[in-house]
């Protein structure tokens, strides 16, 4: 106990305030071994990739009209193409109404794809669709799997 006298001492500090401060020396102490232990163990190598599943229910998600919405509401989302397979639309070549298909796209940013491309002239990568106006790094990754270039 004389080195607990001396921290009394030299800090000037009350009984209690010296079991507050052991209190949290201890607790700091068993956080810092937690998580050495943690970050030793083989789980946290362990990387699992959920994006198949993840864009598989994503794409269904968006599909579905809204559980609250009824035929009078006026935006009644319609039910997209569930028949949409990979790689099936040239986004050089593609329709407006062939663009809609896409999870995620709609009217407007089908004219703006179409838009983009009329003025600019064909995509020459997937990714130049971040360019056109209303698709951002999520969206894309979205429709990646169903567009193709050619």
């Known amino acids: 106990m004389k080195l607990v006298e001396k921290i009394r001492y030299n800090l000037n500090l009350t009984q209690n305030e010296i079991k507050i401060l052991f209190f949290l020396v201890f607790t700091f102490l068993i956080g810092v071994t937690i998580k ?5 163990s083989q789980d946290s190598n362990l990387s699992l990739d959920y994006s198949k599943s993840d864009s598989i229910f994503f ?12 035929p009078s509401d006026k935006q009644v989302e319609k039910p997209k193409n569930l ?8 986004i050089n070549k593609a329709t407006k109404s062939d663009l809609v298909k896409l999870p995620g796209i709609g009217e407007v940013l089908a004219g703006n794809i179409i838009k983009y491309r009329e ?6 990568s997937i990714d130049e669709l971040l360019k056109v106006k209303g698709i951002g790094k999520k969206k894309l990754e979205k429709i990646k799997q169903y567009i193709y270039i050619e």
């Open 36 to 40: 050495f232990i943690k970050s030793n």
């Open 59 to 70: 794409s269904l998600s968006n599909t579905e009209t809204s559980l609250n919405a009824t």
């Open 83 to 90: 028949s949409l397979k990979e790689k099936s639309i040239n």
């Open 119 to 124: 003025e600019n002239g064909k995509f020459d």
